[in-house]
């Protein structure tokens, strides 16, 4: 037989109260509440905190989500507007363009924080022009417009000609 001291056997209550049920009172010392214990935290010759309400205070959100077309009332701050127009640069005979999205994913690049779209197209233009011209001389006839596509994790650029891809160049 096993005695009711036994640590192996479970307890006959729950060894957890309901977080949701208030607990009982054993007479011993004065209930306190949350209010009490608030007041008592601040120091003497202070003013206490106003006690709070039935109803709780609801904060505002922090952030607000907006869809759909941005109200002209809306502030704009420049330094975070995009670039809308393509970035272009003339190289032995032919013009490289980079679109605003491919001059975004620049950003990722070692070198790229605090500058603009346009400052890091322009540094990257000024370091590979000559070489991703160069990749394509043969190929591709002169005073082609070609797009540049950088991809900076794999850190290659794509020169590409209408809509194919006519060199690839690791950077």
Partial sequence: ??????????????????????????GDAPATTTEELVESSVPAGEPAAPRATADP?????????????VPASAPIRPDLLGRQEPLYRDCQGYRLRMEPADLARLRELPGSRGLTDEEIGENFFTAQAERIAASVAGDVPSGAELRVVVDPYSRQAFVALENRIRGILSF
């Fill in 1 to 26: 037989m096993t005695s009711p001291d036994d640590p192996t056997l479970p307890p006959e209550e729950p060894p957890f109260e309901d977080a949701l049920t208030e607990p009982e009172e054993t």
């Fill in 57 to 69: 205070i609801v904060a505002p959100p922090a952030a607000v989500a907006m869809t759909g077309r």
